[in-house]
């Protein structure tokens, strides 16, 4: 089933466009990482997803629905910076955001123990640990029983631990039935839990789908140290049209295995092989070079 659906979007504020064009797909069951620099258009796309700002343009479907009140309410979200009442507990907070939203509070005893705040519950929020108080707004997020939870930076200020926390609680929500859009400018947070990735740059989707995929793109490369460099670089752009010489290492796009017949071919032509190293594109290179051009802006 389509959680979400989403068609040319636009958004312009006066004369600068800041959403230019968004398509994104959705599925059930997926942690779907929504990634961008800061500025990129992430808060924007969100907030117009759950009807918090009118489009420019575009279609925007929920649930294989159009975007309608009755679908936001399936919709669990954390937009701004998780806040809590520092002087109220764990559960006093939750308990005031049941009667804000009307919402019954029969679900707080077992929502606090899904977080892990069972045995917190009781201590005012002030002395919670950032990640406790990560845990406690995805638990806020949560009280309306949402079959689709949208969070905008959740980890933005957590502490490594904090991080680890929220990551291992986002982990668990598709068991309980419940897919994930989660908005980082940061791709090693997302990469360890999104099954889906959508890169923004510049109000411009750039990149979207599985991760596996994303991470298959990346091409193993041999890089190699040899005395003359520039020498031995034309030789190999013979059998390696696509080899590069950068500060004197040449790189191969060439599995591991090719690294033997290489370094026999190079010695047999007189040159000192200094250092062979098998380098794979990480994600993060992919993502860089996704992302460039508007950080060299
Ligand atoms: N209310 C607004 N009025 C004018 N411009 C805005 C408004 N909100 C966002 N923008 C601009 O739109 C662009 C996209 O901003 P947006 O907040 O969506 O990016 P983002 O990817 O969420 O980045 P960040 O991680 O910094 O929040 C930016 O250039 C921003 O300055």
Avoid: W
Avoid at 52 to 63: A, E, K
Avoid at 254 to 275: C, T, W
């Amino acid at each position: 089933m389509s959680i979400l659906a989403i068609q040319d979007l636009h958004k312009t504020y006066g004369a600068r466009p800041a959403v230019q064009g968004v398509n994104m797909k959705i599925g059930s069951g997926q942690i779907y990482g929504f990634l961008g620099p800061n500025g990129a258009g992430k808060t924007t796309t969100i907030r117009m997803l759950l009807g918090l700002i009118r489009p420019s343009r575009g279609n925007i479907q929920l649930f294989e629905q159009h975007l309608n009140r009755r679908a936001l309410t399936k919709v669990g979200a954390i937009v701004e910076a998780p806040s809590a009442y520092g002087h109220l507990t764990g559960k006093e907070n939750l308990q005031v955001v049941a009667r804000l939203r009307g919402m019954s509070e029969r679900r707080i005893p077992e929502l606090l123990d899904y977080v892990g705040l069972k045995d917190a519950q009781n201590r005012v929020v002030r002395g919670y640990s950032l990640g406790m108080k990560g845990r406690l707004s995805i638990a806020a997020a949560l009280m309306g029983s949402p079959e689709f939870l949208v969070l905008d930076e959740p980890t933005n200020g957590l502490d490594p631990n904090g991080i680890r926390e929220v990551r291992e609680l986002i982990q668990s929500l598709p068991q309980r039935g419940i897919t994930v859009m989660v908005s980082s400018h940061i791709l090693s947070e997302v990469e360890q839990m999104a099954t889906h990735v959508g890169i923004i740059h510049q109000g411009m989707m750039r990149y979207e789908g599985a991760l596996k995929d994303l991470q298959n793109r990346s091409k193993p490369t041999l890089r190699i140290r040899v005395s003359d460099p520039e020498v031995a670089f034309s030789k190999l752009q013979m059998s390696y049209p696509q080899a590069q010489l950068s500060e004197k290492t040449i790189e191969l796009p060439a599995d591991p295995e090719k690294a033997p017949g290489i370094i026999r071919e190079l010695v047999q032509q007189n040159f000192d092989v200094y250092s062979i190293t098998p380098h794979q594109a990480t994600l993060e290179d992919l993502f860089m070079n996704i992302t460039s051009k508007e950080r060299a802006q």
